[in-house]
């Protein structure tokens, strides 16, 4: 009796070892499928010297309404004054820790914004406003070059654009699931401008979201404050999106690309 036992013992290790090696090799290879996607494997290298943080620390929900509402004054104001680029990258990185918060099979979305943020955080150096930075571009004919200020510019619109798609969806759907409002925010934003592999390795990673309590408990916030400080991002973010928007358009550069 005890050898059977015993022996039932380990072939449940083996069993479980083979599911957890399964599982690894699995990400390993969704992983690659990333990495070699030609359009999504902006600069890899950059990506893999420089990993984001992940640290959520005080109330990142916050810092975001707050900092996004001051840009949007800044726009709206009669002045006409130009949005900043210390501004606008300070602003952007407060929104790194909402990737994270949606789990761990989201990250190569949070790497992929971190890399772009800190490009445009030093471009901060060297411009002191938004139109000034991609008029250099202009000038060298490097608006679409890879990792140009221009083009993570515009990769990191549609990365506010997505979450203030995706707050607008978690207010409207109920329940305590995340999955339908985080489809309908990547398709409606992203879908177009990802290749197949991307798109069937988020379709898979939908399946394994955090709750929106598990959500908020991550990001510091209880469920009735959250809400809140979301409809603030999502009233304050369409001027500054229409802002970049202009500042393309403005030069004839296009903003589908």
Known sequence: MAEAAA????HRQRKFGGVLLTCFCASACSK?????????????SSRRRNGPSTTINERPLLKIAEAFKE????????DRSDVEVAAFSRACSFVTPLFGSIGFNFKFIEMDYVTKVNDIAEASKSFLTLPSMVDQDVQTNSVRTQGSHSRNLLKIKRGLDFLR?????VLLTEGNSIRDAVSKAYTQIFNSHHGWALRKAVDVRLHYLPTKQQMYRKLNEDESEARVLMQTYILASPPLLR??????????????W
């Open 71 to 78: 840009l949007a004054n800044v726009i709206s104001s009669g």
């Open 32 to 44: 690659e499928q990333l990495q070699l996607a030609p359009e999504e494997g902006d600069e890899i």
């Open 165 to 169: 798609v995706l707050m607008e969806q």
């Open 243 to 256: 802002y970049i928007e202009k500042i393309f358009l403005d030069r004839e550069l296009g903003i589908d």
């Open 7 to 10: 022996g039932e013992q380990l």
